[in-house]
């Protein structure tokens, strides 16, 4: 049998075809916290280098805590008071601090073996230890955008809606939420319910416009 034939192609087609940036939510809809830590772990399930795993999550779902985010929020206020949650993600500059946690209970639980863990970690440490701040941003950043993506497309499997943020007070966020600000670096916000409307559809590129082979 083919590894793809196993997959319902047609269901996650479904969903990434469907999703739309949504702005205005049902306010009577809320996101219980076990069913938000089910999607959260599932987006997680998103690539990183070297699975480092930097990305962490403020969940804004009680008034007050969107109260705080509200003024930041800019021109965004709709998604902010009407959505069940917004979800600031953060790249940690921090990240080799779970370096021995991730590796060593990839060993305990059958995924690694333990002379591997054994050479990767010294080396991963000696690697990344090594870049400069900006280097780890940057490769931070990309890892954060992909469970992002990951996240948006999972609350669509959940039944949710969602709208990437960029427009908000990135120099004020972190800290707003009692974070470190050198630490924690601000990707985006990402508002999460169930739309009152299904959002607009929009164009894109043509395959042959974007993309070439060689």
Do not use: H
Request: charged share 25%; hydrophobic share 40%.
């Amino acid at each position: 049998m083919n590894q793809t034939s196993v997959y319902n192609k047609e269901a996650f087609l479904e969903i990434v075809k469907d999703r739309r940036s949504v702005r205005t939510y049902d306010e009577n809809i809320k996101i219980s916290k076990e069913e938000m830590t089910e999607i959260l772990s599932v987006a997680t399930k998103a690539p990183s280098s070297t699975n480092i795993q930097p990305w962490r999550f403020v969940v804004i779902d009680s008034p007050e805590a969107k109260a705080t985010l509200a003024p930041l929020a800019m021109f965004n206020q709709q998604q902010v008071t009407t959505s069940s949650a917004v979800i600031a993600v953060f790249a940690d500059m921090n990240n080799l601090d779970y370096l021995e946690e991730i590796y060593g209970k990839a060993v305990e639980q059958g995924l690694m073996p333990e002379d591997v863990r054994d050479r990767q970690v010294p080396a991963i440490r000696g690697l990344l230890g090594s870049r400069t701040d900006q280097a780890n941003k940057e490769s931070i950043l990309i890892d954060s955008g992909l469970v992002s993506m990951n996240l948006m497309l999972t609350a669509k499997a959940y039944g949710y809606d969602t709208c990437p943020i960029g427009g908000y007070e990135k120099d004020k966020i972190a800290e707003a939420f009692d974070l470190e600000k050198d630490r924690y670096v601000p990707v985006m916000l990402l508002s999460i319910g169930k739309a009152v409307d299904p959002g607009y559809a929009s164009y894109r590129l043509p395959v042959d416009q974007i993309a070439e082979w060689k």
